[in-house]
């Protein structure tokens, strides 16, 4: 008979989240993702100046805090038709990235890792085999048996005091943990290095953003960082030459700790690559823009439809009408007055609070949709979207990944073995290894235009009476954000925000198809039920954020439901 194993919260993530997953046969059959939280950003910015649009919405998220900064300001441009100078591109651009790669750290490390990870188990590796083991897939100098002794000893220490601290309450000992011991103890000394790599990252991004979580330096139409080379108030070279020194740090970690790590985990999983894949419809929208209107990118976006690489239709730019006509977001299962499928412009946001009901209304989530379709959307979209482009820098490093991965599993790991659960990941780490070279790149773009004497930072807009619509599009480190503006003599009339986590932690629509989180536990193995550690490897490879998704709390702060403990 079918089991119904409630998790609830999912930890390790962002905001509230309740899975709910049926069980037959010791796997999964049926699943619900249900957010639990209702906060209320879209609301409040209502009647206010759109130029501060972005300082409240960038609020809506403590994780991913510059993307919606960034989201609004290029919905607001849009509605003007207003562009930036490239000096204000380059220097977001350099944010985005440097965001991102802080995010992907900690998604792997902090937020994952101990889902494949067995801390407890390090205890049983030997220091100078993990070194051999480590220094075979990787130059990094911190690869030493020497320093990977000092973390054995640091977590017997733990382990001694009782005091797990950050490791306690994990399923250690489960049988699903299959790496060996030197495996988990070059991880877990990795896990520790990684704390430092995504600060270098967030210190580059406060140097260029004034403070950092929530950068203050954004305006619609540029930045509001002062460029001056011989001023020691404004970003000059030597601040630069800063920044550039902690993403070169941080570069170095992502090539030489995360990518192989990820490939390593996954070619000693190997059956992960083929649990997960869920729904094979991806979305994915060109960032990192490379001229001051946003028509040239150096990220590519679009859609493909039914995991059909030959299905793909790329986004042309900011503004592009595929994009902006084919989104709409159903309400039918999930908290909100209406049955209504709506487009953003016109999009509402009135919530209803009825009991979690698996065959009605169970989520705070809506659910988005692209041409009717449930879409995922993260870096596998992205990834994939630019590996069916041809994009030559994703299709060498998918290629080489890939390839690494078979070597080490013994078989032949293709391109299929993306539709996954550690094909998520797999993509995630390959697409910071990209963005660490591209904020270098913008780095350089942007020292060129000031060397050519170019200083400018903002192009000032002007709201002209009457109606206007915008939207801004930003492939954020969970993936595909837009923001929906309409303005109304210089106010706000309409603000909608459609989410990463939206798209893929969203519950099923009026015709019952299930989001992306739902269809990809189907399938998955349990082997426990009583320590669903399968469900959180599946979940967590979306890095859910359910504060983004949600964007809406009851300003009671009342609770919505009991927590029920596994
Ligand atoms: Ni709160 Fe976010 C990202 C956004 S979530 S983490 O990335 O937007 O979907
Ligand atoms: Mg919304």
Redesign the pocket.
């Known amino acids: 008979m079918a089991k119904r194993i409630i998790v609830d919260p999912i930890t390790r993530i ?2 509230h989240l309740r899975i709910d997953v049926e069980v037959d046969n010791q796997k999964i059959t049926k699943a619900w993702s249900s957010a639990q939280m209702w906060r209320g950003i879209e609301v409040i910015l209502k009647g206010r100046d759109p130029r501060d649009a972005w300082l409240f919405t960038q609020r ?5 805090t510059t ?2 900064a960034i ?1 609004s300001v290029r919905a607001v441009e849009n509605a003007l038709n207003l562009e930036v100078p490239l000096n204000a591109q380059y220097v977001r651009n350099m944010i985005v990235a440097l965001h991102a790669l802080h ?1 992907h750290i900690v998604h792997f490390y902090i937020l994952s890792a101990l889902d494949w990870v067995d801390v407890v188990a390090a205890l049983k590796a030997d220091p100078v085999k993990t070194a051999q083991l480590a220094q075979s897939i990787s130059n990094w100098p911190g690869n030493s048996s020497k320093r990977f002794k000092q973390v054995k000893d640091k977590v017997q220490a733990l382990v001694d005091s009782g005091q797990l601290g950050p490791f306690a309450n994990a399923y250690w000992g489960h049988p699903a943990m299959v790496l060996p011991p030197e495996a988990n103890l070059m991880a877990v000394s990795h896990y520790l290095e990684a704390l430092d790599y995504q600060r270098k990252a967030d210190q580059a991004i406060a140097i260029l953003g004034g403070k950092n979580p929530h950068i203050q330096n954004l305006a619609v139409g540029g930045v509001t960082t002062a460029i001056n080379p011989n001023r020691d108030i404004a970003l000059n070279m030597d601040k630069l030459y800063w920044i550039k020194q902690l993403t070169e740090e941080v570069r170095g970690f992502i090539k030489e700790v995360y990518l192989p790590d990820v490939i390593a985990i996954g070619a000693l999983n190997k059956e992960w690559l083929s649990y997960g894949a869920g729904v094979t419809n991806y979305l994915a929208v060109p960032d990192l823009p490379l001229d001051s209107a946003g028509k040239t990118f150096d990220l590519p976006g679009g859609t493909i439809f039914a995991g059909d690489l030959g299905s793909l239709k790329e986004f042309a730019g900011f503004g592009d009408d595929y994009f902006r006509d084919n989104i709409k977001e159903h309400v039918a299962r999930s908290w909100y007055e209406g049955e209504d499928e709506l487009p953003p412009f016109q999009g509402k946001t009135v919530p209803q609070y009825t009991d979690f009901n698996p065959d009605g209304k169970y989520s705070w989530s809506k659910a988005p949709r692209f041409n009717g379709q449930p879409m995922q ?1 993260g870096p596998l979209a992205q990834m994939l979207v630019g590996y069916a482009k041809g994009d030559q820098r994703i299709v060498a490093l998918v290629d080489e990944a890939l390839n690494r991965a078979s070597s080490l599993a013994g078989v032949k790991v293709g391109p299929q073995a993306l539709h996954s659960t550690l094909g998520r990941h797999l993509a995630r780490s390959i697409r910071a290894a990209i963005l660490a070279d591209l904020a270098l790149k913008h780095w350089q773009l942007l020292v060129e235009n000031i060397d050519r004497g170019d200083l400018t930072i903002m192009y000032p807009p002007t709201f002209p009476a009457g109606e206007q619509q915008g939207f801004g599009f ?1 492939e ?4 595909t ?1 837009s923001h929906w503006i309409v303005i109304e003599n210089g106010r706000i009339k309409n603000y909608q ?1 459609v ?7 969203g519950p099923r629509d009026a015709k019952d198809i299930p989001g992306p989180y739902e269809a990809s536990l189907v399938g998955n193995p349990i082997a426990e039920p009583q320590k669903p550690l399968e469900v959180l490897r599946t979940v967590h490879s979306f ?7 949600v964007h809406l709390l009851r300003p009671e702060g009342g609770e919505l439901s009991t927590v029920k403990v596994l």
Do not use: Q
């Not at 809506?60 to 991913?64: K, L, P, R």
């Not at 890095?543 to 998704?549: G, K, R, T, V």
């Open positions: 962002e905001g809506i998220c403590g994780v991913c993307v919606h989201a995010d959307v930003h954020a480190p969970r993936g954000l925000c989410v990463p986590s939206t798209w893929n932690a890095d859910p954020c359910i504060a983004c998704a």
